[in-house]
């Protein structure tokens, strides 16, 4: 009886270390659930608060940018738009003879390079997420069997870089900085492909305007010698006069030959712009093969220099640089003192038993204390003060260049329209009122109209020098230096931590 209360007791005790070795167990467990969630948990939410990769807000920034700036109410096509409708669209715009701007138009909604430049805002949108986002937590495990047989030592541990917390604020700023600088980049060169356009359209109708004017002398020409030749014939003119006039004819046509191939290579340089391949290369027109005549009013030209530098995108572009350098200026600092904090937890078992501990990891700032980095970060924010002071004197110096070039190019086309065209249409006519008179001869007349056509291609040519200077004042006071201004690379800005994540 005795023994059997005593087994009793016994089991009873056993049951009852039992019950404590496993609640102390399960609290040992909860425990590391407790600690691993807590090292994980910031990495997980640093995930979930990243911000979307969607680029479509940054994009429709530049759409509003490019619409405001240049005065016109089209989108610019991005790659994601229905194609069907950017189709349907163009189809309807080559029905009749394109304007500058449907050219335009058709450019911004067909155009490849630029939709291969909104893919920066892309690229920039994503280096503001991986700003934001932590380093991941590093994991590892180890087993030891002894080998003479027995328990297994088994070890693992988990540790992240707390102080990467910090600098996710400070790293998030600079690509912010550097998103926004890349908007008002793609939004400027956009301007740029606006620009492009409108010159080459220009120079398109300039070419087809001034090959109707070489056939007109081709065929003045022509109808010279040919009078000539008769004279020749009939022993009135001497072969030196007849040969001279040969010789004219013949070059006139050379003219003619030249001004076609200028024809060509202008529409084809529309035809790359507009994204064009056969058939529609070869058929779509303009509205008129003519440039039109400068308007009667003269531009408002007050203050083009304060216009210009408060509505530059460049400028604007180069105050977010100065921002983004100062912004990594104060990372580096931050990240001299504290580059990596990296705590963590371990859990090892020997012979049976569990053992759990936390982990922390310092680097020792013996030989690099961030000095070099500092240097670096200082030299770089003083040249981009730098940079955006010397762009503000370009800004200036090109709104004074384009308004004085459409002020004088202005004056030298209405001159001719008003005075040189006329004078020549009146000694055309007088001329042939005294060859009507018999006091001149028929070469007299020819030579009066040769004349008068020389002086309608000059007037082209100052049309044409008069709308690209309009056009280059358009893009200055839309926010954007002409093309082909000097333009100095940016500093070499770093956005993300310069430290290897280190082991455990």
Same mark, same amino acid.
């Given at each position: ?16 270390? $039992? ?14 659930? %407790? ?5 994980? @948990? ?7 608060? %990243? ?10 920034? !530049? ?25 349907? $669209? ?14 335009? =138009? ?38 030891? !069997? ?44 956009? +301007?740029?492909? !606006? ?16 090959? =109707? ?31 001279? =006039? ?93 580059? =990596? ?25 013996? *030989? ?27 800004? $200036? ?77 358009? +893009?200055?006071?839309?926010? $954007? ?5 000097? @333009? ?10 310069? *430290? ?5």
């Amino acid at each position: 009886m005795r023994q059997a209360v005593t087994e009793i007791l016994r089991e009873s005790k056993a049951a009852t270390r $039992r019950r404590r070795d496993g609640a102390r167990t399960r609290a040992g467990g909860r425990r590391r659930a %407790a600690f691993l969630t807590t090292l994980v @948990a910031p990495a997980l939410l640093a995930g979930c608060a %990243a911000l979307a990769l969607d680029s479509g807000p940054a994009r429709e920034e !530049v759409a509003h940018l490019v619409r405001e700036r240049s005065g016109r109410g089209v989108t610019p096509a991005f790659p994601s738009q229905d194609r069907r409708a950017v189709e349907r $669209r163009i189809r309807s715009l080559l029905t009749n003879g394109l304007t500058v701007d449907e050219t335009v =138009e058709v450019m911004l909604l067909q155009n490849r390079d630029l939709r291969a430049l909104y893919t920066d805002l892309d690229v920039s949108q994503s280096d503001v997420v991986q700003a934001t986002l932590l380093h991941n937590p590093v994991l590892d495990a180890v087993a030891g !069997v002894p080998i003479g047989g027995g328990t297994a030592d088994i070890s693992f541990g988990v540790a992240m870089d707390v102080i990467d917390l910090l600098y996710v604020p400070l790293r998030r700023q600079v690509a912010a900085a550097m998103l926004e600088r890349t908007k008002l980049r793609v939004a400027g060169e956009v +301007l740029d492909f !606006v620009w492009r356009t409108q010159i080459a359209y220009y120079r398109h109708q300039a070419d087809e305007q001034m090959l =109707e004017v070489r056939r007109q002398v081709g065929a003045s020409t022509a109808a010279s010698f040919e009078l000539t030749r008769r004279l020749r014939e009939a022993g009135n003119v001497t072969a030196l006069a007849l040969a001279s =006039e040969e010789s004219i004819a013949e070059e006139a046509k050379l003219d003619v030959s030249a001004a076609e191939i200028d024809a060509r290579e202008s529409r084809e340089r529309l035809n790359v712009l507009m994204a064009f391949s056969d058939p529609v290369a070869s058929d779509w027109k303009t509205a008129s093969s003519r440039l039109p005549d400068p308007p009667a009013d003269a531009l408002d030209l007050r203050r083009i220099e304060a216009r210009a530098s408060e509505r530059s995108l460049d400028l604007a572009a180069a105050a977010q640089l100065v921002t983004a350098a100062g912004r990594v200026l104060g990372l580096d600092r931050a990240d001299a003192l504290f580059p =990596e904090t990296v705590v963590g937890g371990r859990s090892e078992r020997k012979r049976s038993t569990w053992q759990l501990g936390p982990t922390l990891t310092l680097p020792i700032p013996l *030989f690099d204390r961030g000095q070099a980095r500092l240097a670096r970060a200082r030299a770089e924010l003083e040249r981009a003060r730098e940079l955006r002071q010397a762009l503000a004197v370009r800004i $200036r110096s090109a709104a004074r260049s384009a308004r004085d070039r459409v002020a004088g190019h202005r004056d030298r086309a209405l001159h001719y329209r008003n005075v040189m065209l006329p004078v020549r249409e009146r000694v055309l006519r007088e001329t042939t009122l005294q060859y009507n008179a018999m006091q001149v001869g028929p070469l007299d007349v020819l030579r009066a109209e040769e004349q008068q056509i020389t002086t309608a291609e000059r007037y082209i040519e100052a049309l044409t020098s008069y709308w690209t200077a309009r056009a280059d004042l358009g +893009l200055v006071l839309a926010g $954007r230096l002409p093309p082909g201004e000097p @333009a100095p690379a940016p500093p070499a800005l770093e956005q993300l931590p310069r *430290f290897p994540f280190p082991a455990l």
